[in-house]
């Protein structure tokens, strides 16, 4: 791990909970910035990223208690100064509960701002005349809100929602901080939720902005400094992927380098019944950049795989039959092992399927002296079978499960992984002293130090088989050109789903299958050494 990775990422990039968040302000309260003014930056932040996506069009601010109407009651202000037609819906907000947010709301009142509470609106029917308006803005739940929604709340919500549904032209919703209804510490969500266009959040990303089901109703995300000093975060380890981030990671590729510049990769991947995962993981090494690939391969997916792929240089592993046809034999590791002297990465495990010679096989070969290493697939599978399997690990390793292969390496119930995605890779990063990249929407990216990576891209157009065989292809490669496993993780998630993400703007969502990401991955790594930034949020079409 570089040591310099803490002053790469970018504050902003940060992602906190909300304890922590709380304790952010709190510092920065006391070192003179004042709750007042994180409030007045927060609604004039809010304000501006309307303006900016809508112009000064007709804006109702749904106000309630605490801090968070408060920034809904500056953002109504500035909305109206710039010459927006605002009305404000208060909820449970006493005008002269606090002096800072009655300076808020008298100042609105001074300035002629239409205003409604709803205690004086027993059927809602000044709310919904109120909804003849282009946005809703969001301000009635802070971050700290995590009780279920019920009785005055929930109709109000649902009361927008139902004109949401018939309006013409659309109504659209903007949430300050976070969405009413959404846990910014688990991503659960509540039934009346409101799903926003556009969250405006403070300082850092939420870590519920990032965690299903909540990560739906988040919108595009935008990050709105709010004077907290940027190195109050940098103790922080868990961060957003992002294109300058990873631009800067990239493998150098000059033009006066050769094949050898660029490293060789092994794939010791594929079986009879799974010929595909040796083509897919093959390929995507090949066009991710690595130098040399070579196919460590049983004969009978060798004669499917160099007839359609080329490229490769091939070593035939023995193979042994089964009931469902040939596999690697048990034999076959030290034919690998002899064949792996001057390469840089080994992927381990596509489709080789999990039967007692693969698991010889996948034992017998971590003995040996391996180079940077990725397991996949049935890889994982057969390595969770093995007494102490996280000893026999390469000193460079990345694991690659999804949530049941991870559940089967922690003898945990998907339920529980599902529950503690984050928590749980970055406790077994360190437990077993590799890289784990945790699959599934957002996938996290986890290594020894404690850092968490969490890859913003969630796209149906890679809920397909063979998808993963690419993605490990893919990081292979990268390996192969001499990034440490973190780097090569990152970069090569980010390659992937953002492959999957051209493959669905270009053909839609169903129908990609994961031949069709290998031609994406050249042009989406070009595109990435071009970029110095990218807007990256929401869970399908803003992506990227």
Partial sequence: ?????????????????????????????AAGHSYAAMMESAGRSVAEAILGRFGPVSCLVLAGPGNNGGDGLVCARYLHEAGADVQVYLWKRPPDADPDDAGHFARLVALGVSTVHADNDGDLSLLRDCLRCTVVVDALLGTGANRPISGQLADILDTVRARRQVAHPPLHVVAVDCSSGLNCDSGALDPHALAADMTVTFAHAKTGHYRFPGASAVGELLVADIGIAPDRAMGIRTFVLDAGLLRGWLPVRRADSHKGTFGRVMLAVGSETFPGAAYLACAAAGRTGAGLVTGALIRPVWALVASNLPEPTYVLLPAQE??????IAADAA???????????ALVLGCGIGNTPATRSF???????????????ADGLNCLAQLEAWPQRLPAQCVLTPHP???ARLCNLPVEEILAQRWDLARAMALAWQCTVLLKGPYTVIAEPGGWLAVLPIATAALATAGSGDVLAGVIGGLLAQGLNPF???????????????????????????????????????DTLRQETTVTVRSTEKMHG
């Fill in 1 to 29: 791990m570089r040591t310099d990775l803490a002053a790469e990422v970018a504050a902003s990039k940060r992602i906190v909970s909300v304890a922590e968040m709380q304790t952010l302000e709190r510092l920065s309260d």
């Fill in 322 to 327: 089964t009931g469902r046809g040939a596999v």
């Fill in 334 to 344: 030290q034919v690998a092992a002899d064949a792996l002297a001057g390469y840089k």
């Fill in 362 to 376: 996948v034992a017998d070969l971590l003995v040996a002296d391996l180079p940077a290493t990725i397991i996949d």
């Fill in 404 to 406: 049941a292969e991870m």
């Fill in 487 to 525: 780097y090569a993780a990152c970069i090569g998630a980010w390659l992937h789903g953002t492959a999957g993400q051209a493959c669905a703007a270009r053909m839609g969502q169903a129908g990609v299958v994961a031949s069709d990401l290998l031609a994406e991955l050249p042009i989406v790594q």
